[in-house]
Structure formats: structure tokens, C-alpha cells
């Protein structure tokens, strides 16, 4: 026998190759996804693969136990450092000696298929722009002069078929010195983005390097920095982080910042340094919470809003605060790390922006339509990330629009007189009896409720703090449905709800949450302005999402995803209580978590990736909410808190809220009804 | 009549036109070089044409005065304020009326020839990377948003047909206020290298901008930094200009520079900082001589040799220093202007590095090569670069070899007793008579010789300060020929030549080429020692060109050419009295001035051009002279002077040199017979 049939699992690829073939080999041949970076040197161990034994029926073929050649001492010796599955085998090791099937594990796939945690999410499959290959060198001579570089670059397209290479001066510096460390044989990282026409040499070690390589996908909020370290080889997330935005000093929400760098000589600058800072910092800190070098970190993928993003890149966003918010640039971009000043991280890392969809739709919209696909959903969609500002996404595979709507800080807790972050000791679940009026609540860092045993004691160390973004939601939810606030959003007085709780503040009144004063901690109370707050952001992202829907022409939507880092957090009940979104069934009402931030790890893990968001953002149709008039109008409507919700009929009941109306003095009613 | 045959001159190109159809719309469509910036609008006059009338039996036609549109208020308007040659028109303005022949003058081409003055040199043909564009964008429309520099590029590609356009951050940056400044017409820079993917938006100008696009040519050499500053659309040189090369405080010669870093850790750090500033310096006061804004610089084209080459790009040397001599990179290099820290020319100005030939033969070399064409020469030509080292080159179209040759820097003036720069006061011509054995002499910046009336008054000023390169030559090949001189190079004492000007220096002697002590002047005098050096140096050149005659199996040479800034001042006759370069009847010894610069000039202007020298440095074959045995065999057999010399037909003469021999007491005979 000189050949033998070798048979590939999962692909079922298949084919005859000649006795003493490594698998390797036939798997490059056949087009197999085996993974290898040491272009089989029986080093990085990328190849392993499954040899099946025994008759095959559906193949065809009968496996004999000598289908493969022996175990070798390459094999044995990386199985003794570094561990080995049994039944595993190198597959630049192994060779064909008989006909054989062969699986090729998940883990040995390059584009390996992430499954994501999330029953909602979707799969993520691995493309990575950045990847290490190892090679050998011809070593140089003096009668066939060529450049050091030059011969690297042919052994490239020898061993891995890569032709277009090109490096810059830093790299070049230091090939002559690696290159001779390494005796001939170094270990490259090359980047190849989705629009790059070549493969740039972003780092070389002398030798195998072993050490894997990372990626940041970062969420540039207004209010906070989110940062994933991650691992580009198999996708995985090492580390979570996040910072407050430094730029908070200069203004609360984006349009003040605008109007700093319009009152302020050299203002965006100043913004744009401060933030920079941020994130090489938190570059810094998140690789030292992971355990890893930060020069291993080759790659950062940002998604954000546009005025974000202007000042990210330095870009003056002064046209973003005014008609017709014409963006510098909208497409994706493609930057050095450098450019960006992340001087923590690898010197030559690249950064990838994804595509902004208009002026004041940014690019963390567009990570939410990577990471939701409501370009592909069946049903009518809407898609709702709440941060400072709100993205807001409608549409099936036919069509999607989108919009922003400025709901303010508010629902992340700020400009709440008890507000704050979410944090250990901050509230963040509510209910308020509607017969006793009296309060319940839990808060983040201990599983109890307020009213159960040991809550004190669990809660003694950080104390109860204050009201972070959800608690405050459900507070105003619960004093509505408890009939402590009327439609207009006004906090009735003790006469006129019987609660001791209600107390006078100013003209108007407050409801006690909490009261830690004899444990020396804050007192926590409900303000009126806090409702006002939540109802100006809940009636902008109502009137945004109603926008929306009357472009597409729908009276309903079939479902509703809560996406942004706090989307995880919001109650459904409660944000359909308080109106803050259409109704729909409760049970079609889904939290996506920090979408954003996924669609940004989907753009680190994958060019295929960045090529389908930029694809799907110039499909997406746009609608600006502050030149339309019907914004205004939805945006009156919506302020009021209605008097009657939908069915839950999960929770086999109708929410009725009562139909009262309070009258405080100095306090008009400020809503109107929402429905007719 | 609906339409109309128009005809171009000198491209022959012809075709139908409807009445009505602007002259450049019908060259475009014919693929007519004709030249515009502003896109036919009547700004920029660079699609000037000139009609002619009457009668054309040759092309069949007759052309009426009205086969054009009438003289109109642009043109008028255009030649009130700049002027216009009488019966020129604007391509942009002037209509088909009727049948027409066209003119278009050679400054209204865009790929214009360029005659060069030398009749050795090859005529260029202008193809620039960077050229200016004048474009309208659309107007933002918040209801079809896209950003600004997503328009732009929609502009380029709708006006211009380039539909691949980058751009960096500082640009976009600037993208905004450029355009709302010009009402959203701009002229935008373009620069796309003949290695590119795309085109690279390098600057941007509201309105239509009148300026001028400059680069600079640059010979980096190991003494000098020679620059020429040239406009980029029809490669006149506006400037040039030459510093020293402040590395020499740390070698004189490039291997003393090797060295230096060898034995001083970051030595490379500092002789790349002092080079990089001195360009830096040399491209500021070149803008100024020429009275141009250095930021009009938006390309440098550098050759240098391969240390130069890897100081220039910050890369240590050291490999170049030891066999086998491996470059760090051979290829050409397009790099940014700033990474090179050239930040006194447009901060987006792109570099571009000639290919080097090998370890020992540089870019400059490839210029040589790319400027003197030995690759289509009919005869075997030997082409030699004299400067601190020698490149030499030989070959015809079917085969060309190359070497270096460390010549040292004796021929530059360097490393002689009254050695200078070529500059006002230094000898650059040299007579000695040889029954009087009294010397007259030149000197630059003076059109007498020494013993010419006027002469003493018209060097008043500057004085006789040293002897420049050329002048050494010829004051030891004239000794020799006046017999002062024995073919071992000793110069013999006032009893053995009877010259009371040969007087005693320790135990040898040294001839007085002019005493200027009397005028508080130097004592001008060939030593010893400078002998030495010059016969070392021209032994270096001949021996290397020689193990090129042995490579390429030839015992002589068709035709010599003498390049280099000092090779346009060599005297044939005085160099192969030498023996400075193999024999060849003296009319077949051509120079070529400084070859590197013209190479360096034309990859400036062309594309093509850079094409051509990649393509031609891949088939030269390298001689390595550092290794090779028969090199040192032909320097010591190169060391004498010869006794008799060629016919010069033109002369009408034989040199024949006097067969003597001195004997001075210590300096024993040097020297052997070059030839048997």
C-alpha cells in the first residue's frame, strides 16, 4: 500500500495521500481549519487532533489501530510539559499509515466557534485580524545579497503562504538582533484588519513564543469606560473593567461637552487627552488584574457615541451640536494604537473603530446590531440600549432604523438626590406594599431583602448608600403602583396618601426609601425632582422608540431587548409600569446585557465580523430625533406615568394603577396622558 | 451638425464629439493627457490648448475660426490676472463647434517629459505619486447622514475616478473647518507611491489652492547631504543645496561609524539624531533659498549607501560591519516624512528610500543605476560613483555587475594636508609644466588662472585657501607627468628633479603648489603623505572595477562614466594618468555629475521610474570586494603610477610618462607596475 484515504471530522473533507503524509500536511491540503503556529515543529501543540479506530460503515473505511504512526518522543515530551488529552495526537507528528478518520477538536479549529453564554446572544465565530506564526529564515549570504527582512518575508510565503508583509521602522530595528537570537527561527505576530491590503509585522520574538496573544474591546460611554480583555486566539474574556469617564468634569451629558469645546479655546483637546489617559490606565490595570503582560495586547476595538468617538480622535465636536450633526468621519476606521496614545499596550497595536450610523447614532449602536442581528430577526424588534444617552434600534430582516434619544444620566443614577453608581450598598430593587405603603429593597452586594433577618448585619460594613439606575426605576414604579404618585408624576402628601414616608420637601414632597441617619449612614429619600428626572428620560426613550415606529408604520412591536450594561439590570416589569417602553408581553421582553460591549469582543474576534457590521450599518435608515417635530409631540405625551398597564400573564394578574391625582402647591400637573 | 471630429496633437488621438463638448471633457474621454487640478472649472489653466486653423490635408480636415466656442469671460478673466500665450484657450472652457485640431503644449501634460540639459543623461518622464485635486463635496443632509470625509471621498471618486482614498487623524481633523471655510469646495493633496493600495489624503485647503507641490531629492552621502528641491508636476529644480554630514565627528568613513557603535552603547541612537536633524535643517534653508514654504514639501526621495541607509532609518549597523554584511532590509521603503523626524517639511510628507543592491552598494548605487541605464547599454560600460566610498558599476543590457569600494575620502579633499571642501579659494586646476616644473593653478570662483593678469586682485577676498578634490588629482598626476613624481609615487628632493619648489618634510619631500604666506596666506604644498593617500584611494577604484572586468570576463571597457558631485569635475586625462580607472580612449570618458542626485530626482518625480530601479537592482549582480581575494591582489598592483599613458586622439598627443625612480632616505619604493 503507498496511499490511504484519510477522512476529516466535523468537515467530513476527505482524501488519498501518500503512506508517511502528517496529518498536518493533508489537512492543509484539503483545506482543513487545523490550527498549527509552529507550521509543524511538533511545538505549539495548535494541531491536535482525535484518531477514531474501528469499522466505519458510514465512511466506508475500517481504521486499524496502526492507522497512525507510533507515538513519538516529540509527542510524549509535550505531553510530559504541557499535558495532553488521552486519545489526542499531534497532527504534524502523526502520520498516514492506513486509511484513518480523524476529528479535529473545537480548540484545533483557527476559526473556532465561540458559544456564548446567553440564550439570546448569538454564536461568535473566531477570525481574528492578529495571529503568530513561526518561521525559520534563510540565513543570509553575502553572494546572494537580500535583505534580512526580505528573507523573512520569503519564508512567510514559503511556510504559510503569506505574501503580502510589510513592517514598519520600529519592527525593522529589531529583526537583525532577533533574527540571530532566535538562530534563524522567530516567532511573528502579523495584523491583517478587514481593509488592510497587507499583513503588517506587529511584533517578532527570537525563537517559539509561546505566550498567547489579547485584545481589548472597549465601550467608550459617556459615563464609563467598559474594557473585556480578551483572548484573540479563542475568543475568551480574562478580565471585565470599568472606569468613570474623566470627561464627566467637563459636562454630564454629551451636549454639554459640545458646548465646553465651543465656550472653551482647546477644549476637545483637553477632553480628548483626559480620555486617553483613561484608557491606556485602564488598559494597564485590567492587564494586571488579569495576570497578563499589557505588550501581549495587540489589538483595541472601541465602539461609542459620536461625540465619543470626535473626541477620541481628536476630532473638535462642535459639528455634532448643531444641524445637520454632520460627522467628521462615519465609516469604520482603522488606526494605530499609538494614534490613540494607548501607551500601555503593545507599541505597535491597532485599533479599530466600528462605523458610526449618523451624527447622533454612534458606533455603539452599531455593536448592538452586530451582537442582536435585528437584521435578521423575523419579527418586529425593538432593541433599547440605555446609557447617558439611549440607541434605539426597530426593524426585522426587511428593514431597521434607528435613532438616539437624549434620556440624560438619570437612568445610571445620576442627577437622582440619592443617586449613585451601581456599587455594593446602592439600591437596586424596590417594592412598596400598597396597603402599608411601606417599603422593601435589596442592595448590590448582599442577597437579602431590607426586611429579612440579617440584612442588617450583612449590610453593616458598606451601609446602604444610595440609589443606583434600576432602584431608582422601580422606586418611582412601586410608589405609582402603590398609589403614592399620581399620572402627572407627583408625590402625594401624608394627608393625601396616608403614609408617614411622604414627608414636605420645598413645595412638594419626598418619600422615605430609608433612613440610616441613626446608624450615622444617609438618609435616602425619593424626591420629586428624582421623578421628574426619570420621567424627562423615560418620555425621551418612549418618544424615540414611538418615532421609530411611526417611520416603520407599526402600532406594536412583537419584542423588546434591553441591551446597555444597566439594560441587564432593568426590571420589565417596572420600565413597562413606568411606561419607558411600548407594550408588549412581558415574556418578550428580554435583557441582552452589555450588547454593546459583545458586539465590540464579536469585532476583536473577527474581520468577518467588522466587513457584516459595516455592512449592515449602511442598510441601516436613520431618524434623527431632534429636528422632528413628532419627537416633541411624543416626547409631551410620554411624561405622564399611565394608569393602567398591560397583562402579565406570567405573573397571572393586571398591574391597575389607581387613577388619582395629588395637588401640591406651587406644582402643576405636569403630564398629560400617554394613551387615549 | 450635431457633432464634430476633434483631433489631439501630438497624441494623434481623434473622435467624435457633439457640439457643445468642452475640449478637456473630450481629452478625458479619449484618454488625452491632458492636464487639470480644479476639474474644469476655470481656475486652475493647466488644461491650456492651442487650436489651430485652416486647412489639414494630413489629417483630413478643415478647420473653420469657429470650430470653437468663443473666447469667454473665465478666459478673459484668467489672462487679465496671469496671463495667457495669444492663441491659447482653457481646454475647460473652449466648446466643439466644429471639426478642430488641438494642441497640447508639453506643460499641459500631466505625465510631461522632461529634457535633461546633459546629452548623457536620459530625459524623465514626470509621473509624480503626489498631485493636488480640486473638488466640491455635498452638503451634509441629516436625513441621509454620512460623515464628511465619507462625502469627500464620494466627490473624488464622482470628479475624479479615484475611488481609493485614506486619510490619518490629523487630517480628519482638519477636514471640517477646511471644508465649511471653502463652502464645501477644497483642493485636497493625493499622494499614492508606486507600492500603495490607496491614494492618501496628505493635505487639504479650503477653495481651490494656487500653490505649487515641492519635494526633495536627496543624496545622503557619508561627507555631504546633497538635496535638490524640485516641483512635483514638472520636476524643475528650484533649489539645491549640499551640508556636511555631521556624523563625521564620529568617523570620518562609514566603517569608523560601525565601529563607533560597536564600542558606544546608543552611538546609533546619536548618529541617527544628528543625521535625521541636519536633514531637517538642510530641507528649512533650502525652502528659504527658494523662497517657498517648507510645508509645500510633500515628498522626500533619499539615496545613501547602506550604513547611511540604516542610520537614516535608525536601524543599528553593526551587521554591515562583519560578514556576511546583511542589510536589516534591501527592498525600497515608503515610509512617513515624520518618521524620519523631518519635521520642518509638511508634517504628512511621505519618504521614499531607493532599493540597496547589497550590503556594500547602496541606494545611491541603485540611483546611479537608475539615472545611467547600464542595463540598456549596447556597450560594456563602467560607470563610477567617486565619493567617500566608490560605487561601481558595469555591464550593458545583458548583464550588469556591481561593487563599493572604500576609497576613503581623499578624493572629496578629506584626509590631505591642505585638503578643503570645493568651495571659493580651493585649487581645482592644476598645470605643472614640465621643463620649468612651475605650477599654475585655478581656483574656484575665479574664471583666471594663477598666472593670468587680474588673477592676485580677483582672489583678493576669498584668497587661495586649499586644494578641493578635483585639484589633488590633478596636482599629483601633473607631478608625475612632470617627472617630479616616480611610479612608485615618491616625490623626488630639488637635486633629483632640479625644482627648488620639492623641498625636504621629514624624510621626504613635498612640492609647493603656492605660497600665499607673504599674504598672510597658507602655505599650499603636495605632500608625502598626500600622495599616499591619493594612490591608496585610486587603487581602491581601479581594483574594484577590475575584480567587476574579471567577473564579467572582459580585459576592457567601451566606455568610462564619472559620476558623483565630484565626478563632473575629474579630469579624464589627469584620471587615467593616475590610473584611477581602466584604460579607454579619452572621448569614450564621459560625467555624468552627480548620477546619484538624478536618480534620486527622477524616483521623485516618477512612479514608473521607482518601478524601473526595483525591477533593475533585482537583476544587477553583486561583487562583495570585502571577501575577495583578487581585490586586494588588484589594489596592490593598482598602488603605482603608471609610466605611459593611452593615445588621447584628440589631444593629438601621447603622455608618456619618464620611467624614474627616486630614492628618498626611509620611504622605500611603494609601488609596482600596474601593468607587465
Avoid at 248 to 260: A, K, N, P
Avoid at 265 to 276: K, L
Avoid at 351 to 363: D, E, F, R, S
Wanted: hydrophobic share 40%.
Amino acid at each position: 500500500m503507498t496511499d490511504a484515504t484519510v477522512i476529516f471530522t466535523p468537515s467530513g473533507k476527505r482524501g488519498r495521500f501518500a503512506i508517511g503524509t502528517p496529518i498536518l500536511t493533508a489537512a492543509r491540503q484539503l483545506g482543513v481549519d487545523l490550527d498549527s503556529v509552529c507550521g509543524g515543529r511538533g511545538i505549539c501543540s495548535k494541531c491536535q487532533i482525535t484518531p477514531s479506530y474501528g469499522e466505519f460503515s458510514k465512511f466506508g473505511v475500517t481504521v486499524d489501530q496502526d492507522a497512525l504512526s507510533e507515538w513519538n518522543a516529540v509527542e510524549q515530551r509535550y505531553k510530559d510539559i504541557r499535558g495532553l488529552i488521552d486519545g489526542r495526537r499531534l497532527g504534524c507528528q502523526a502520520k498516514v499509515m492506513g486509511d484513518v478518520i480523524v476529528d479535529v477538536p473545537p480548540e484545533s479549529q483557527v476559526h473556532k466557534q465561540v458559544i456564548r453564554k446567553s440564550a439570546s446572544a448569538r454564536d461568535m465565530v473566531m477570525d481574528p485580524a492578529t495571529r503568530a506564526y513561526f518561521v525559520t529564515v534563510e540565513q543570509p549570504d553575502m553572494h546572494e545579497p537580500s535583505g534580512d527582512f526580505e528573507r523573512l518575508k520569503a519564508a512567510l510565503a514559503r511556510e504559510w503562504g503569506i505574501a503580502d508583509v510589510t513592517a514598519d521602522l520600529a519592527l525593522l530595528r529589531r529583526l537583525q538582533p532577533a533574527l540571530r537570537r532566535g538562530e534563524w527561527s522567530v516567532t511573528v505576530v502579523l495584523n491583517k484588519g478587514n481593509h488592510d491590503a497587507t499583513h503588517r509585522i506587529l511584533d517578532i520574538f527570537p525563537g517559539f513564543h509561546e505566550g498567547a496573544l489579547y485584545g481589548l474591546a472597549i465601550d467608550l460611554g459617556s459615563t464609563t469606560i467598559a474594557a473585556h480583555l480578551c483572548n484573540l486566539s479563542d475568543g475568551a474574556v480574562l478580565a471585565s473593567a470599568g472606569v468613570m469617564n474623566p470627561q464627566i468634569r467637563f459636562g454630564e451629558d454629551l451636549m454639554s461637552r459640545v458646548s465646553y469645546v465651543m465656550m472653551n479655546e482647546g477644549g476637545d483637546v483637553e477632553m480628548t487627552s483626559v480620555v486617553r489617559a483613561a484608557i491606556a490606565t485602564l488598559a494597564s490595570s485590567i492587564s494586571a488584574e488579569a495576570g497578563i503582560d499589557p505588550r501581549a495586547i495587540y489589538e483595541v476595538v472601541f465602539v461609542c457615541n459620536p461625540v465619543m468617538h470626535h473626541l477620541l480622535l481628536g476630532i473638535d465636536p462642535v459639528e455634532l451640536g448643531q444641524a445637520p450633526f454632520a460627522l467628521a468621519a462615519s465609516e469604520s476606521l482603522s488606526l494605530d494604537g499609538a494614534d490613540l496614545d494607548i501607551t500601555t499596550i503593545n507599541p505597535a497595536a491597532r485599533a479599530y473603530i466600528l462605523p458610526c450610523i449618523a451624527g447622533h447614532v454612534g458606533a455603539d449602536a452599531a455593536a448592538v446590531a452586530l451582537s442582536e442581528e435585528p437584521n435578521k430577526s423575523n419579527d418586529m424588534v425593538l432593541i433599547v440600549d440605555v446609557g447617558t444617552n439611549a440607541e434605539i434600534l426597530l426593524g426585522n430582516k426587511t428593514r431597521v432604523l434607528a435613532c438616539s434619544s437624549p434620556t440624560g444620566p438619570a437612568f445610571e443614577g445620576a442627577q437622582i438626590s440619592s443617586g449613585q453608581r451601581a456599587a455594593p450598598g446602592a439600591i437596586e430593587r424596590v417594592q412598596i406594599d400598597p396597603v402599608t405603603k411601606e417599603p422593601r429593597f435589596s442592595v448590590i452586594g448582599c442577597d437579602k431583602w431590607s426586611d429579612e433577618d440579617g440584612f442588617a448585619e450583612a449590610t453593616a460594613q458598606m451601609g446602604v448608600t444610595g440609589i443606583c439606575g434600576s432602584g431608582i426605576i422601580e422606586a418611582v414604579a412601586e410608589l405609582r403602583m402603590a398609589g403614592l404618585l399620581d399620572q402627572g408624576g407627583l408625590i402625594g402628601g401624608p394627608d393625601q396618601t396616608g403614609s408617614a414616608r411622604c414627608i414636605p420637601e420645598g413645595r412638594t414632597h419626598a418619600y422615605i426609601l430609608h433612613d440610616g441617619t441613626a446608624q450615622g449612614g444617609p438618609l435616602i429619600t425619593v424626591t420629586q425632582g428624582d421623578i421628574r428626572a426619570i420621567q424627562l428620560a423615560k418620555a425621551a426613550l418612549y418618544a424615540g422608540a414611538k418615532l421609530l415606529m411611526d417611520e416603520m408604520g407599526v402600532e406594536k412591536v412583537d419584542r423588546v431587548v434591553l441591551a446597555g450594561a444597566f439594560g441587564a439590570h432593568i426590571s420589565p416589569k417596572h420600565a413597562m409600569v413606568l411606561g419607558m417602553i411600548p407594550d408588549v408581553p412581558l415574556d418578550k421582553v428580554i435583557s441582552a446585557g452589555n450588547a454593546a460591549g459583545t458586539g465590540a469582543r464579536m469585532a476583536l474576534a473577527s474581520n468577518s465580523a467588522r466587513d457584516t457590521i459595516e455592512e449592515v450599518v449602511r442598510h441601516i435608515h436613520k431618524v434623527e430625533t431632534a429636528i422632528e417635530p413628532r419627537f416633541q409631540e411624543h416626547f409631551v405625551n410620554a411624561s405622564a406615568i399611565p394608569n393602567a398597564v398591560d397583562t402579565f400573564p406570567e405573573l397571572g394578574m393586571v398591574v391597575s394603577l389607581p387613577d388619582v391625582s395629588f395637588n401640591t402647591s406651587g406644582a402643576g400637573s405636569a403630564g398629560r396622558r400617554r394613551r387615549g
